[in-house]
């Protein structure tokens, strides 16, 4: 697969520098883990080695709030358990911006490059909670009250649906919460129909776009993840995701 200038007219970063760009800037591993020379590696490759910061995966999980038009997320102390849920070798792949999600989750990059099949790739709602995490789960029934939004959308990515939903429920500046929650539960025309109706943010551009992406309509979920790439601070992972998903909607488009 070529990667000269001449093989990339629209002037979008190759998929591996974009994937290398992503982990080098989100992870603690050693700097010399990545490789810098003119290299055929393949994305999934390039990941090898890697692990996540802990701390700037919950910069990424909680900045869709602020993204979103909602009051600051919380700081402090990482919550229990944290760090070995961001450990967890399991991938996404329809990944919406939403509180409690960190766009490293996207560690596989297979599936979005070669046949992508959305339907395969979007959450279907029949997965199962993640057993253990019994602090972190400590940890959102403690935080609830006062954060609900940042506990919901821990319950969400722990599979908690209904936690999440009564979380939800009574909160202020919950929609695309609920929206990314719908999302998770497989009902995604439905989570993408709440998005469209919206104000226009950072978060909601990205989630139109990325919903798009994951039903098919990659024509417009390109135009839309440009505005989110446009709108999305560069030192943010989730600008690394949305050029990402552009990628692959250039791709396969």
Known sequence: MPRS???????QPTIEALMMRFLANR????????????????????AAGFRVDPRAAWLDATSPLTMGGNAPAPAGQLPNEWAALV???????????????????????????TKFSPAELRPTGTQGASP????????IAKNGPTNPLVAAGL???????????????????????????LWQRGKCAEA????????????????RGMGRLFLGQIADARLLLQKAVD??????????????????AEIHG
């Open 132 to 139: 253990a995490f019994a602090g972190l789960r400590t940890w």
């Open 5 to 11: 200038t001449a093989s990339n007219p629209s002037n």
């Open 192 to 207: 993408l129909a709440a998005w469209d109706a919206l104000p226009e943010s950072a978060a909601v551009l990205f989630n």
């Open 155 to 181: 319950a969400r990515t722990l599979g908690d649906f209904d936690i999440a939903a009564k979380l939800l429920a009574g909160a202020t500046g919950a929609e695309n919460e609920k929206a990314a929650l």
């Open 27 to 46: 992870s603690d591993a050693a700097s010399s883990a990545v490789e810098t020379g003119e290299s055929e590696v393949e994305p999934h490759e390039v």
């Open 231 to 248: 709108a999305i601070p560069e030192t943010s992972g989730w600008h690394t995701l949305a050029r990402l998903y552009l990628a692959v």
């Open 87 to 113: 450990g967890q070798p399991s991938s996404a792949f329809a990944l919406p911006m939403a509180a409690g999600h960190f766009p490293q989750r996207v560690k596989d990059l297979q599936p979005l490059l």
